[in-house]
């Protein structure tokens, strides 16, 4: 199974900008979709952005212009650079790793507390 570690989170004034990681443990990573989610308080758990093995990207709505993600497969490592940040992006942010062909791989990190306020 993969491992995941995010880190990066924390107080950010709204207009600020934080990046977060994500490292994955494994041989294997170039292979694996890659995404970041998060959820707020009281709400489900939503994507915000995915990256394909091959590096096409995905964006939420309420994320794109401000949010960029990208990986180094070089370094087992999926980035979220979020800039413009708004009250209402504070959440926990998860990243995820795929693989839908067999075997098959759904993995989750701990989770990283975004908060943006004054």
């Known amino acids: 199974q993969v491992q995941l570690v995010e880190s990066g989170g924390g107080l950010v004034q709204p207009g600020g900008s934080l990046r977060l990681s994500c490292a994955a443990s494994?041989?294997?990573?170039?292979?694996?979709?890659m995404g970041w989610y998060r959820q707020a308080p009281g709400k489900q758990r939503e994507l915000v952005a995915d990256i394909t093995s091959g590096g096409r990207t995905n964006y939420a709505d309420s994320v794109k212009g401000r949010f960029t993600i990208s990986r180094d497969n070089a370094k087992n490592t999926v980035y979220l650079q979020m800039n413009s940040l708004k009250p209402e992006d504070t959440a926990v942010y998860y990243c995820n790793a795929e693989k839908l062909l067999p075997p098959r791989l759904n993995a989750w990190g701990q989770g990283t507390l975004v908060t943006v306020s004054s």
């Open positions: 494994g041989s294997r990573f170039s292979i694996y979709a």
